[in-house]
């Protein structure tokens, strides 16, 4: 038998050292394969990857204490609140629940001496207690569970609440997208980096304050039992391996982060996809579309390999640090006044007495390194945690910054770009001045420059007052659309003076008109809801009327009334939709409006009714068209050839008019 039990240990060492030096192996060729696709990808194929701004750091630290202190701010506001009471609630099951874990380890050791004793009337006695508290136990446990999901419901809409409420302030929501270049995809942090920090958060609060309670408890009835060495000697342990772990644990914060921004990518590919669709269709892209994704994909899955590797080398050291070291310390601690003969505690006890407080004692004791070992293994989810909630951080700083009119951008370097020139006029995003007054519009000295830098005109200077329309024409990329997005302030002055109505009173009328989610009504009136309607006092007669001059009266008819609710981008045809958002313009009826290509899917008599009846109720135009039977219409051009120059002229018998 001996020599079988030899043969047994050296097998398993055997076996132990072949499974080590497997792991070393594989993750070796983890570290070389992830290095080598690193390398490989160092340019990114996707557009949307290179906006990498500052990197964060995602450890746990005084910085993140900070963070999580600044977040849990928003998602608890007052003392008294809902989330305080669910806090609250949370607390005291837990309580309660560690005092029926020591009522059970209690209760359970006196059945067992029972049993060992063979008393049939203790047995039942604490049988039955056993049995009647049941039902109050399994209450507590689903109060518990029931306060966590609520109060992970409650911090989510909290923040969810507090981030939309800055993103969709103003024009920050296109500013992130087209201004700044440090979020890459806010859909993917505003939903799941959110439910998932909120629900980490939670389960956190959870693992850290029901094994320090048990902790104290545990030490309070350990001492009575086995002195306070024993206790201590178990706080030391967890305070060693806990600072150990923490070290080796740091990579799984960044790590996070990766896998997050991989995952953003993953779901833009494919966004991206459907929203083009058509257009890759007819181009039959379906192949390369099916390369980017694959690669996409590919990079996700490679990160996630190597996430779950260095998770399962994280856990073999976890599980025999915090589980079974832990249970090794608490044997050695639990057996010594056992041990020692000449312990005062055991010198008179029976077998069974001695039997009973030990068990009483090593169960108690187990639950508290098992406590310790929780603990140890919450540094891993804390980790974890950092790494939302450095992602969670930097967006509500980038929101902040954008609502304060500041974005960060790699700027083009004019020094480069102007060649033998001189001078340069410096570009400070914000620096120019806007000045709000109705009927006018008016451009002085203002540098038409793109985000990143890039000038298209030096120096605009025009004015142009209500009831004169301007014809906008130019080639592909001269500036024609850059001028609408710094009227409409989606873009910022870098110098000079505009004047302009404020942006209620401006309207701009895309080339593909937005159709928003709702009914027929909805289409019109956008972004104005029925209740702005009625305050308007415009009546659905008048909307109707709106229809019937763009020739679209029938589609009440047709679509099934006011009420109708229909996916409207795909119900109506392209010239329909461009001749409703022509009805939009006349329902709101503002002082300008930028119509940029809108009407070229319109037959010529429907356009030339459409601009009648803008002059007619108000309406100055400014309208980017190639169409030559426009240019009765308007009474200035506006003339940008694509290489820093432009004309701004009166429109006479003797123009020259150009287009098509």
């Known amino acids: 038998m001996a020599a079988y039990s030899k043969y047994l240990s050296v097998r398993q060492a055997v076996v132990a050292g072949a499974a080590a030096c497997a792991l070393l192996c594989l993750l070796r060729k983890r570290r070389r394969a992830a290095a080598k696709h690193g390398k490989k990808n160092e340019k990114p194929t996707l557009q949307n990857n290179e906006k990498e701004g500052k990197?964060?750091?995602?450890?746990?630290?005084?910085?993140?204490?900070?963070?999580?202190?600044?977040?849990?701010?928003?998602?608890?506001?007052?003392?008294?609140?809902?989330?305080?009471?669910?806090?609250?609630?949370?607390?005291?099951?837990?309580?309660?629940?560690?005092?029926?874990?020591i009522w059970m380890i209690q209760n359970g050791t006196v059945i067992e001496s029972a049993i060992i004793g063979r008393s049939r009337k203790d047995f039942k006695k604490y049988l039955f207690n056993f049995i009647a508290a049941m039902p109050a136990i399994s209450l507590v446990n689903n109060f518990l569970k029931y306060g966590l999901n609520e109060l992970k419901l409650c911090f989510r809409v909290r923040l969810t609440k507090y981030l939309y409420e800055e993103y969709l302030q103003a024009y920050t929501y296109y500013k992130m997208g087209n201004l700044d270049n440090r979020i890459a995809n806010p859909d993917q942090l505003l939903t799941q980096d959110v439910e998932?920090?909120?629900?980490?958060?939670?389960?956190?609060?959870?693992?850290?304050?029901?094994?320090?309670?048990?902790?104290?408890?545990?030490?309070?009835?350990?001492?009575?039992?086995?002195?306070?060495?024993?206790?201590?000697?178990?706080?030391?342990?967890?305070?060693?391996?806990?600072?150990?772990?923490?070290?080796?644990?740091?990579?799984?914060?960044?790590?996070?982060?990766?896998?997050?921004?991989?995952?953003?990518?993953?779901?833009?590919?494919?966004?991206?996809?459907?929203?083009?669709?058509?257009?890759?269709?007819?181009?039959?892209?379906?192949?390369?579309?099916?390369?980017?994704?694959?690669?996409?994909?590919?990079?996700?899955?490679?990160?996630?390999?190597?996430?779950?590797?260095?998770?399962?080398?994280?856990?073999?050291?976890?599980?025999i640090i915090a589980k079974y070291l832990a249970t090794v310390v608490g044997y050695l601690v639990v057996s010594r006044p056992f041990l020692n003969l000449a312990h005062p505690r055991h010198q008179k006890s029976t077998?069974?007495?001695?039997?009973?407080?030990?068990?009483?004692?090593?169960?108690?004791?187990?639950?508290?390194?098992?406590?310790?070992?929780r603990i140890v293994l919450a540094g891993r989810e804390m980790t974890r945690l950092a790494g939302f909630t450095a992602r969670i951080t930097e967006l509500m700083q980038v929101l902040k910054d954008l609502n304060r009119g500041r974005y960060q951008r790699t700027m083009?370097?004019?020094?480069?770009?102007?060649?033998?020139?001189?001078?340069?006029?410096?570009?400070?995003?914000?620096?120019?001045?806007?000045?709000?007054?109705?009927?006018?519009?008016?451009?002085?000295?203002?540098?038409?420059?793109?985000?990143?830098?890039?000038?298209?005109?030096?120096?605009?200077?025009?004015?142009?007052?209500?009831?004169?329309?301007v014809l906008i024409c130019g080639p592909n990329g001269c500036g024609k659309s850059s001028l609408f997005r710094v009227l409409g302030?989606?873009?910022?002055?870098?110098?000079?003076?505009?004047?302009?109505?404020?942006?209620?009173?401006?309207?701009?009328?895309?080339?593909?008109?937005?159709?928003?989610?709702?009914?027929?009504?909805?289409?019109?009136?956008?972004?104005?809801?029925?209740?702005?309607?009625?305050?308007?006092?415009?009546?659905?007669?008048?909307?109707?009327?709106?229809?019937?001059?763009?020739?679209?009266?029938q589609i009440l008819e047709r679509e099934g009334g006011w009420d109708s609710v229909q996916d409207w981008m795909d119900v109506l045809s392209?010239?329909?939709?461009?001749?409703?958002?022509?009805?939009?313009?006349?329902?709101?009826?503002?002082?300008?409006?930028?119509?940029?290509?809108?009407?070229?899917?319109?037959?010529?008599?429907?356009?030339?009714?459409?601009?009648?009846?803008?002059?007619?109720?108000?309406?100055?135009?400014?309208?980017?068209?190639?169409?030559?039977?426009?240019?009765?219409?308007?009474?200035?051009?506006?003339?940008?050839?694509?290489?820093?120059n432009y004309e701004f002229k009166k429109i006479t018998e003797d123009t020259v008019e150009f287009g098509s």
């Open 55 to 101: 990197k964060e750091r995602a450890v746990v630290d005084r910085v993140f204490v900070a963070r999580i202190c600044r977040i849990l701010k928003i998602m608890v506001p007052r003392t008294f609140c809902k989330e305080t009471g669910y806090l609250i609630l949370i607390a005291v099951m837990l309580i309660v629940r560690t005092y029926c874990d």
């Open 196 to 319: 998932k920090f909120c629900n980490s958060v939670v389960d956190l609060y959870s693992n850290l304050s029901k094994p320090f309670l048990d902790i104290v408890l545990y030490i309070f009835k350990l001492t009575n039992a086995i002195g306070a060495q024993g206790p201590a000697t178990m706080m030391a342990y967890l305070i060693v391996s806990g600072f150990f772990l923490t070290r080796l644990r740091r990579p799984i914060g960044k790590m996070t982060i990766a896998e997050q921004k991989y995952e953003g990518e993953y779901r833009f590919v494919n966004s991206r996809l459907i929203t083009n669709s058509e257009e890759i269709a007819f181009y039959n892209g379906n192949l390369r579309e099916k390369q980017t994704i694959h690669k996409t994909f590919h990079k996700l899955v490679e990160h996630l390999h190597n996430f779950i590797l260095f998770r399962f080398s994280m856990g073999f050291i976890d599980t």
């Open 351 to 373: 077998h069974s007495e001695l039997l009973e407080d030990y068990y009483q004692s090593g169960r108690m004791l187990l639950r508290m390194s098992q406590a310790l070992g």
């Open 412 to 469: 083009i370097s004019q020094h480069e770009k102007d060649g033998d020139r001189t001078q340069t006029i410096p570009l400070i995003p914000g620096t120019g001045e806007i000045i709000n007054t109705d009927n006018l519009i008016k451009f002085d000295h203002v540098p038409l420059a793109t985000p990143n830098g890039d000038i298209l005109i030096r120096d605009l200077n025009f004015e142009v007052r209500s009831g004169a329309n």
């Open 489 to 553: 302030e989606l873009w910022p002055l870098f110098g000079g003076c505009l004047t302009k109505p404020e942006r209620g009173k401006l309207f701009y009328v895309p080339q593909r008109p937005y159709m928003t989610l709702g009914t027929l009504r909805d289409q019109v009136i956008y972004p104005d809801t029925l209740e702005d309607q009625r305050k308007k006092g415009i009546s659905d007669q008048v909307l109707k009327e709106y229809l019937d001059n763009v020739q679209l009266g």
């Open 574 to 644: 392209g010239g329909e939709k461009q001749r409703m958002a022509m009805a939009r313009l006349f329902y709101h009826k503002p002082q300008f409006a930028i119509l940029d290509e809108c009407t070229s899917a319109v037959s010529v008599d429907v356009e030339g009714y459409i601009y009648s009846h803008c002059r007619k109720v108000g309406i100055t135009l400014f309208t980017v068209s190639h169409r030559k039977s426009l240019w009765k219409h308007h009474d200035f051009y506006l003339h940008m050839d694509g290489r820093g």
